[in-house]
């Protein structure tokens, strides 16, 4: 069992940059593959960008070279540095965690998420 607690959503202008954060606690001492997946209004849940617990990273296209994802296993928490945003970068951020094998954008395996974070960013 995990639980995911995010931070740093807001309102921002075009261009403008944004830190997430999210929390987890749990109980294992399981290698966890984490990801930041968001949603539109009236769009389904994708995913932006995912991190095992080897330090690998995978982006979604229209985010790469501008979000940057990171986790710190000591103090428990996943990052997204948002730079360049765009308008289309707005949606509810969800962190999510799994401990399956491999670690994909698919949200199919993410057994754990967050409660999601609002990013506005305005033209």
């Known amino acids: 069992q995990v639980q995911l607690v995010e931070s740093g959503g807001g309102s921002v202008q075009a261009g403008g940059s944004l830190r997430l954060s999210c929390e987890w606690t749990t109980r294992t001492s399981s290698s966890y593959c984490l990801g930041w997946f968001r949603q539109a209004p009236g769009k389904e849940r994708e995913g932006v960008a995912a991190?095992?617990?080897?330090?690998?990273?995978t982006y979604e296209n229209s985010v790469r070279g501008r979000f940057t994802i990171s986790r710190d296993d000591a103090k428990n928490t996943l990052y997204l540095q948002m730079d360049s945003l765009k308008p289309e970068d707005t949606g509810i951020y969800y962190c999510a965690a799994h401990a399956h094998w491999g670690c994909s954008l698919a949200t199919g395996p993410f057994d754990y998420w967050g409660q999601g974070t609002q990013v506005t960013v305005s033209s």
């Open positions: 991190v095992d617990f080897d330090g690998s990273a």
